[in-house]
């Protein structure tokens, strides 16, 4: 190696002091062309994975608010679980005598019959289908009322009704219900 420098070294005496600037002054940019160059470069690298940093900094906060909402809705969830656990879709005639009795419409009430039910994830759903004959609109309205914000996983499904003309007394109708129940399968056994 000393032999090219010194071969290099006898090239730049040889020089004039004009050819000398020169070549310093190519060398020179040269030098700040290949700075300039790797600047260029390692900043497109560094944009790069500023990008990459935020995306996931986004994706890391997107997370955990997805988290957040994930825990409150496995709080709701399981709170409703605890009221489902209390009400056993079994009975379901025990709660609707309750509820006809405090609507005024027990003594037309026939008594449900389960229609079917199918299995949905882990819950077990029953249809029944409920008559109610010649009572009163209003006791009709307090009943389906009272079904519908029970806090028992209960709702009516469909609801047809039939005005009949009452043998005494004012105008009564006749309500048919399709209800569905709710329980988890293993509390539905």
């Not at 879709?89 to 079917?116: F, H, I, K, M, N």
């Amino acid at each position: 190696m000393s032999a090219i420098a010194e071969r290099m070294r006898d090239q730049v005496q040889s020089m004039s002091a004009r050819d000398r600037k020169l070549a310093l002054g190519l060398v020179v940019a040269l030098a700040l062309a290949s700075l300039a160059g790797v600047t260029y470069g390692l900043h497109s690298v560094l944009v790069d994975q500023a990008t990459r940093v935020e995306a996931a900094v986004g994706n890391l906060r997107d997370a955990r608010d997805l988290a957040a909402q994930y825990a409150a809705l496995r709080g709701k969830i399981d709170a409703a679980e605890s009221k489902m656990a209390s009400f056993r879709p079994t009975q379901l005639g025990t709660y609707l005598e309750t509820w006809a009795q405090d609507a005024g419409v027990r003594e037309g009430l026939r008594a449900p019959s389960e229609s079917g039910s199918q299995t949905v994830g882990s819950y077990k759903e029953r249809e029944y289908r409920v008559e109610l004959q010649e009572v009163t609109l209003e006791g009709a309205v307090r009943l389906l009322h009272a079904i519908e914000t029970s806090p028992y996983p209960i709702l009516v499904r469909s609801a047809a009704w039939a005005a009949v003309n009452a043998k005494d007394g004012p105008r009564k109708i006749n309500l048919r219900l399709q209800l569905v129940t709710f329980a988890r399968d293993e509390e539905a056994k």
